[in-house]
């Protein structure tokens, strides 16, 4: 018995040494496993790629949101313009003319000519030979020459607009908008020419107005546009510093003029906007030819300080742009009364009008904005539409029925013979030679013409053949406005003018009065050299006479494409004029907007249309973006993924490699797209995570016993208690 009592004893002893090295504590906080990658890290995502095709179709708001959103700089911006105009519009035209010339023409040099060695009439019969030379043999390579003039600061404005904008200061929808400017305007540092080959090296000293509000907006003046010399033409848009700039939809085909140069460049997007200017219809006729919107404003609601004149009394500025949004943003910078504006003009319309904002005027209008409208309808102006035409005039008429309007023929009230009576004596005098004086002497002591005589002497007339006749006709020694005594009976003519057209309207109750003024698409450009064809002739010409002469508001809205046959190898754009009441800018922007989605809303037509020779360049990011879906592909763990994740992606990449010779970016992202999300369907394989980076254990504590149950210790300890245990049973039964 007390044997068996000793070992019970020493059992439990044992049992006591081993329960200290048994202690049981909390165990330490495991590190956080990390969110499985569901597909290998690319260096970009599709959705962040700001695209060349978006560019076609963006507006304004879309660029600041690309912008906002990071998708986009305007570094980047810039880049896109400059490389579209180095793609289809920077070759020289006269770099055609290197080597052996046209075949079957005599009239070329074999090596590139001097411009000096010409008269403008040869210099441009050259252009002539050329174009009917291309039309002739398939109609490839040509480009469109719009640009007389790069900024070479452009990139860096950008870049400064950009600092800005990370800083948080955003200047407003302008800020880093690249536009194209007319080279008839002032933009301090850089060459304005008019064209003109006798101003090649007269640099402005100062923006013009309107070009100092643009920039202090943070617009980027990115180019200079061609135009007929001196605006001098509405027919075509050649000069003898830029050449002959051509249609985008069609290169043999004129763009109109005097901003043709300006109007081609919009449509083919080298710039997102661009400025013209309109002494008898020269930002409308190329906005209509061109496919783009165009504003003539109220006389009086633009500043015309610095700008190149023709006809100070009938000149103005406008915004030529692609929509409406961007028409309406261009009008909230560019609408500004001019100090000096106001002491030069005795005959701005009465009183200056403009709504807090045009932009909140396009945003608020929509298809419902033509419901009630009653639109007067100079049925003159459609006689003899042409057959390719004829579509388009139906659908256009579709869509103001669609949207609610009413078209009243005012025709009966408001007739030819009573316009052509009321512009009688509305014309400003001989005033051209003493406005050119003024901005000759506001070019500073380094200008290269100080006076008119530069001309008349005929140091420059070899190179202007169609404008020097106008500086003979006056007299340059004082401001005929002061000395001329009809000047002021012919201004009170013009307000007469403006108030019985306006005493129609109001009598049938307009909102505006809408006209044709091109019967058909742009004419061959040989043909606007010997007086233009398509041209709507009739004797109103009403595009020259409610705005120039009554100062009202008009506006050119493109109707979309005309048909093609044997005449028209391509399809051309074609427009619309919409005249409103003076100040009114406001309801020609509602009916636009309207009649642009009713427009699409009836399905024949799309009012932006893009050039068939400057169409969307290939994109680079999505082609790199492509190649490192393709690395990314081949580089994937199959074994980190479920099988049925893996195969359908596999599935999804058969012949991928194809995307990498797909040049149209819009095809090239839709093939993208469900190879990018076949990543996002991969599913992981749930495995333990190794710790994660920057995990540390907790503190080591050297006189703590230990904190977790080592296994020898417990086998070591049970297997003691099992032997006592043992050896008391045995030594039990062996004394019974």
Known sequence: MKTKALLILLALCALLVGLPSLKVVSLPPQPPVSTPTVRPPMRQSLDDIFSTDELMTANILDLQRAKESGRLTSEQLVMMYLERIASYDSVSHRD???????????????????????????????????????????????????????????????????????AGNVRGPMHGIPVLVKDNIDVAGLVTSGGSIALQ???????????????????????????????????????????????????????????????????????????????????????????????????????RHGIIPLNMENDTAGPMTRCVIDLAIMLDVMAAQDPFEISINRHVVPGFSRPDSFLDVALAADINSLDG???????????????????????????????????????????????????QNTGPGLNYAWEMNQYFAGLGPYAPVRDQRDFRNGRFVRYIDWIHGYFNMTNPTSNPRNTHAVYARNMQNRHRFRDNVERIMDEFQLDAIIYLNYTGPAGREFASHAGGTHINNHPNLYTARFGPIAGMPSLAIPMGLANTNSNFRYAMPMGIELVGRAWDESRLIELAVGFTEATHELGRQRIQNIPTFTPVLPDANLHDFAQALLADFDALSHDLYTYESVAALVELFAGAESALEITCPTELRQFLEPLAAGFDSLVRIQIPEPPCDGYTPPPKDDDASPTIFTPLIIASTITLGVVISAAVLMLSKRRR
């Open 96 to 166: 055609h003319f290197i080597g052996a010339g046209i075949p079957g023409s005599n009239v070329f040099p074999t090596q590139a000519p001097n411009r000096n060695n010409f008269s403008s009439a040869q210099w441009f019969e050259m252009h002539f030979s050329f174009a009917n030379w291309w039309w002739n043999n398939g109609g490839l390579g040509m480009a469109i020459n719009s640009i007389i003039s790069l900024n070479p600061h452009a990139l860096e404005e950008a870049a400064v607009l950009d600092a800005e904008r990370a």
């Open 201 to 303: 090296d007269s640099y402005a000293p100062n923006d013009a107005f309107i070009i100092g509000l643009l920039r202090e907006a943070g617009a980027i003046v990115i180019a200079k546009n061609n135009l007929s010399e001196f605006s001098s033409s509405a027919r075509h848009s050649r000069s003898t510093l830029g050449g002959v700039t051509h249609n985008p939809f069609d290169p043999s085909r004129t763009p109109a003029g005097s901003s043709g140069g300006t109007g081609a460049a919009v449509a083919s997007l080298f710039g997102t906007v661009g400025i013209g200017t309109d002494t008898g219809s020269s930002i409308r006729r190329p906005a209509n030819i061109n496919g783009i919107f165009g504003l003539r404003p109220t006389q009086g609601l633009m500043s």
């Open 373 to 423: 409208a009653r639109i007067g309808v100079l049925q003159s102006s459609f006689t003899g539409v042409q057959a390719v035409t004829r579509d388009l005039y139906n659908d256009m008429r579709a869509a103001f029925d669609l949207g609610g309007a009413t078209f009243v023929n005012i025709g009966h009230r408001l007739t030819n013979a009573n316009i052509n009576n009321w512009i």
